[in-house]
């Protein structure tokens, strides 16, 4: 939080006595790093903003609705499997930079089975523009692994077996949950994160926080598609950089101060 810092006023009374002393101290910068008014600006920026109504939240989603009934994820995939995979590939990279390189690898390894049977070099040669590449084929054919050991093959439906995959967190269960098993679980990834704190939404320091908030707010009967209205709306219309506020649909109800309508 701001530290609001008060600047001393010089006293009256003893300006007589030691002018020069008083007026040195008067004079005197603050310390590097510390001045009043940012101070100040920073104290008004991290004010809250009212609450979303329950009516406004179910506005905004039914506007969402309207727009884009049936929405889709981006990443490219052809069964519960490969969708695991390409969302363990996404960490720190585009969903086009995926879908690039998984076209032809999951065309021959669409099951883990097949994964291991073309390795950790082959794999690794597939991927290898995707970002942290090296580490990311060793997760691919570890998680293949444990997959037929533990779970028959198959993707697991808990988050926690989800989450006990090498190269899966708490946001790789989410989506997998939601998208192959329909689950009304929230992932939130950069785009969630921005949209749910600038609209006000469900303001939060961590993901985790953005995604119990976005939990508690959103009606059940918009929660099976809310991750990818919230995903498209952050990565199509409120941009990280010149958010699109004109054509926006919810530009109403947003609370961001600096929405630009
Ligand atoms: S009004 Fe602007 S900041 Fe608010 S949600 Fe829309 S695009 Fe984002």
Sequence with gaps: ??????????????????????????????????????????????????????????????????????????????????????VVLSAQATD??????TRALFAIADTPEKMLELGEDRVRDYIKTIGLYRNKAKNVIALSEKLIADFGSEVPRTRAEIESLPGAGRK???VVL??????HTMAVDTHVFRVGN????????????????LEK???????LHAHHWLILHGRYTCLARGPRCDVC???????WPEKTV
């Design 198 to 213: 600038r609209t006000g939404l469900a303001p939060g320091k961590t993901p985790l926080e953005v995604e119990l908030g």
């Design 178 to 183: 939601n998208m192959a098993f329909g689950e």
């Design 1 to 86: 939080m701001a530290k609001i810092i008060r600047s001393q006023r010089a006293g009256t009374s003893s300006v007589r006595s030691a002018p020069k002393k008083k007026a040195a101290k008067a004079a005197k910068p603050l310390p590097k790093g510390v001045a009043k008014k940012p101070a100040t600006k920073a104290a008004k920026k991290v004010a809250k903003p009212k609450p979303w109504t329950a009516a406004e939240v179910f506005e905004a989603f039914d506007r969402f609705r309207k727009a884009n009934p049936e929405p889709k994820g981006e990443l490219e995939h052809l069964n519960p499997y490969t969708l695991l995979v390409a």
């Design 96 to 101: 086009a930079g995926v879908n690039k390189a």
């Design 217 to 223: 707010v959103i009606p059940a009967e918009f929660m």
């Design 249 to 255: 649909l919810i530009n109403d109800l947003c609370r």
């Design 172 to 174: 790789t269960a989410n």
